[in-house]
């Protein structure tokens, strides 16, 4: 009694204009964009730690994976080492808020492959799979001081979904650290 709610997280949505517009897939020379198969799983879960994920084992993948569109869980492979460097997966995850939703989820990197555009690939890969399938509420939930990750969001064509009173001031907020006009409504 009387404990404050946890924040929500902030919410974004692919927007209805864009359902017929899937985005490009561009991958950075030396790596290959993919589809997980088996034998990537360890590899997958130092990823998702790599990017601060801590709870992530083999449990947990086996879980999100049931819920993934078939051809839906990419990765990015760095060619010379072989090593998986970036992941996101297009996810089956209807909620209250979208009852018919496709949720982008669990998008990583690991930090020595930053700055080459692994997380926009991923993400529009992952964006691509949903319009393949012809979802219609695509979505995705992200935290406020995620912001590399919220500019590859804005940049893919993602929209904050102001979904709860607080949301506008946040993404305001977000907008001002990341040095973007705030321009919805």
């Not at 990015?76 to 997966?89: F, I, M, Y």
């Not at 995705?140 to 929209?159: Q, S």
């Amino acid at each position: 009694m009387g404990e404050e709610m946890a924040e929500q997280q902030l919410q974004m949505v692919w927007p209805k204009r864009l359902l017929k517009s899937p985005p490009e897939v561009v991958v950075a020379e030396g790596y290959a964009l993919r589809v997980f198969e088996p034998g990537d799983e360890f590899q997958y879960v130092e990823v998702t730690r790599a990017a601060g994920f801590e709870n992530w084992d083999l449990e947990k993948l086996r879980k999100i994976q049931a819920g993934c569109l078939p051809d839906g869980l990419f990765v990015v492979e760095h060619l010379e080492s072989g090593r998986l460097a970036a992941t996101a997966l297009a996810q089956r995850n209807p909620d209250a808020l979208h009852p018919e939703g496709g949720e982008l989820g669990w998008v990583a990197a690991r930090p020595e492959h930053g700055g080459r555009g692994l997380g926009l690939a991923v993400c529009a890969a992952a964006t691509k799979r949903f319009l393949e399938d012809e979802f219609e509420d695509i979505y995705l939930k992200t935290d406020d001081w995620r912001l590399a990750a919220l500019k590859v969001y804005l940049k893919l064509g993602y929209e904050p979904f102001l979904f709860a009173p607080d949301m506008k001031r946040r993404w305001a907020e977000v907008c001002g650290k990341l040095g973007r006009e705030w321009d919805w409504e």
